[in-house]
């Protein structure tokens, strides 16, 4: 079975620093972008950053600077570096493979999130 499987959230004080890990594992022939995305409550999910297989990278205008993305392709493990953690950074984090294949088909894969809070 295929999944994605997140690590690393937690509980920190604002200006803190955490770092998310989501590896995917199972038979997988080849994953492009890998990504998070985070929702707070009463909030929709949004994007926080993305990374391709070659080490291009997208972030969002709220963490820029702030948010590192990386990935390990041997391992198949995507990175989330926070720093400067504020309160508006609580929610529940979730891993995205849009791109990645499998069973002779691409899906769109998505790990069971992990929750990040930001005390003031």
């Known amino acids: 079975q295929v999944q994605l499987v997140e690590s690393g959230g937690g509980l920190v004080q604002a200006g803190g620093s955490l770092r998310l890990s989501c590896a995917a594992s199972?038979?997988?022939?080849?994953?492009?972008?890998m990504g998070w995305h985070r929702q707070a409550p009463g909030k929709q999910r949004e994007l926080v950053a993305t990374?391709?297989?070659?080490?291009?990278?997208i972030y969002a205008d709220s963490v820029k600077g702030r948010f590192t993305i990386s990935r390990d392709n041997a391992k198949k493990t995507v990175y989330l570096q926070m720093n400067s953690l504020k309160p508006e950074d609580t929610a529940v984090y979730y891993c995205?493979?849009?791109?990645?294949?499998?069973?002779?088909?691409?899906?769109?894969?998505w790990g069971q999130g992990t929750q990040v809070t930001v005390s003031s």
């Open positions: 995205n493979a849009p791109g990645i294949y499998y069973s002779g088909i691409y899906h769109n894969l």
């Open positions: 199972g038979s997988i022939f080849s994953i492009d972008t």
């Open positions: 990374i391709t297989g070659g080490g291009r990278t």
